[in-house]
């Protein structure tokens, strides 16, 4: 699971049987699962938190990072 700073947003897993999983983070160094109602899609993709898309959106170059 992708680290928050803030506990308190921290995505929070249910034991209800309803919370279907649609898949995995499409991350390639995350295998995390999403629940219905739960990640970021992007252009078609699921990612659990902002963290990966984020992470993935600078490595292919498609972000660049100001603070470096």
């Given at each position: ?16 049987p309803?919370?279907?999983v ?47």
């Open positions: 699971m992708c680290e928050v700073e803030n506990p308190m947003l921290s995505p929070k897993r249910t034991d209800d309803i919370a279907k649609i898949g995995k983070c499409h991350y390639r160094y995350c295998d995390e699962e999403i629940c219905k109602h739960e990640g970021i899609e992007f252009e078609g993709y699921i990612y659990c938190c902002a963290t990966c898309l984020g992470s993935e959106l600078l490595e292919e170059g498609h972000a660049v990072d100001l603070s470096k």
